[in-house]
């Protein structure tokens, strides 16, 4: 099972990566936040050589995802959303393999 992403969340991926034409959105983890590891976001120009590449599409246009190995272990499954309100606008992360998180959402514990 891959990384599954809602409409919502491609459409701000394809903002970001149209910035910088042939970018791609590379997923992480890193350790801290207040559970332990905490979710990265970022746009870089090319994938790493042992980067997973996740493919997506959304209205017609190809984008470009990838997550590195050791990342993956722990974001396999997961899915990602993007919430723009009054409260909140950022990527909501839906992972079932996090045992417990943090209030915000944006880190997490296996």
């Known amino acids: 099972m891959a990384i599954a ?3 919502a969340a491609l459409r701000r991926v394809r903002h970001l990566t149209d910035e910088r034409p042939g970018s791609w959105l590379r997923l992480a983890i ?10 990265h976001v970022d746009v870089v ?3 790493g050589d042992k980067d997973k590449r996740l493919p997506q ?5 190809s ?3 990838c997550v590195d190995p050791k990342s993956y272990l722990f974001l396999v499954g997961m899915s990602v959303d993007f919430q723009d309100d009054l409260v909140k606008q950022g990527f ?14 944006e880190s997490f514990t296996v």
């Open 45 to 47: 120009d090319a994938p």
């Open 57 to 61: 599409a959304i209205d017609g246009a």
């Open 5 to 7: 992403f809602t409409d």
């Open 30 to 39: 890193r350790g801290g936040g207040c559970s332990g590891m905490s979710y």
């Open 92 to 105: 909501v992360f839906d992972n079932p393999n996090a045992k417990r998180s943090c209030s915000c959402g």
């Open 63 to 65: 984008i470009q995802v």
